[in-house]
């Protein structure tokens, strides 16, 4: 059964999804764009938490070498598109903990405590943080699109 039938609650996107929609050398770039149509297609089937932002300010920074520019007009992008920022319940903040404590770094351990609480599921492309757990609510950038192809 695929993520998809799986799930019907929102998908969680991430950071390293959104930093290859402004970086032509993204190995998963062009996956990762069609996870920007999808969101502008269907904008209420996806949310993030709010840390997405700030994390991607700081990746964004990081890779452009601190062009402020370039940076200001990518966070101009993301608010467009309207994401639900959806905060952690204390729920998932336990989840979180936990994700935490078995070796996910606090962000990951966000996206994936989230998504378990929403039903929904994690996509990344951080094929790295998806190794770490088998988890019906996580899913890679590279599977999603190949359940999304057309």
């Given at each position: 059964m695929t993520a998809e039938r799986r799930h019907d609650g929102p998908w969680v996107v991430d950071a390293s999804m959104i930093v290859a929609w402004f970086f032509t050398d993204e190995p998963e770039r062009?996956?990762?764009?069609?996870?920007?149509?999808?969101?502008?297609?269907?904008?209420?089937?996806?949310?993030?938490?709010?840390?997405?932002?700030?994390?991607?300010?700081?990746?964004?920074?990081?890779?452009s070498a601190r062009d402020e520019r370039f940076v200001a007009q990518a966070v101009r992008v993301l608010l467009r598109l309207g994401l639900r920022t959806i905060a952690l319940s204390e729920p998932a903040l336990a989840r979180a903990v936990h994700w935490s404590c078995v070796g996910f770094s606090g962000y990951d351990a966000t996206y994936l405590a989230l998504a378990e609480d929403l039903g929904g599921?994690?996509?990344t492309s951080d094929a790295r943080a998806a190794r770490r757990v088998r988890s019906s609510h996580l899913i890679t950038l590279r599977h999603w699109a190949r359940l999304h192809r057309g």
């Amino acid at each position: 059964m695929t993520a998809e039938r799986r799930h019907d609650g929102p998908w969680v996107v991430d950071a390293s999804m959104i930093v290859a929609w402004f970086f032509t050398d993204e190995p998963e770039r062009q996956a990762a764009l069609r996870v920007r149509e999808a969101i502008c297609e269907q904008p209420e089937r996806w949310v993030i938490p709010p840390l997405l932002l700030t994390e991607a300010v700081h990746v964004l920074a990081r890779k452009s070498a601190r062009d402020e520019r370039f940076v200001a007009q990518a966070v101009r992008v993301l608010l467009r598109l309207g994401l639900r920022t959806i905060a952690l319940s204390e729920p998932a903040l336990a989840r979180a903990v936990h994700w935490s404590c078995v070796g996910f770094s606090g962000y990951d351990a966000t996206y994936l405590a989230l998504a378990e609480d929403l039903g929904g599921c994690w996509v990344t492309s951080d094929a790295r943080a998806a190794r770490r757990v088998r988890s019906s609510h996580l899913i890679t950038l590279r599977h999603w699109a190949r359940l999304h192809r057309g």
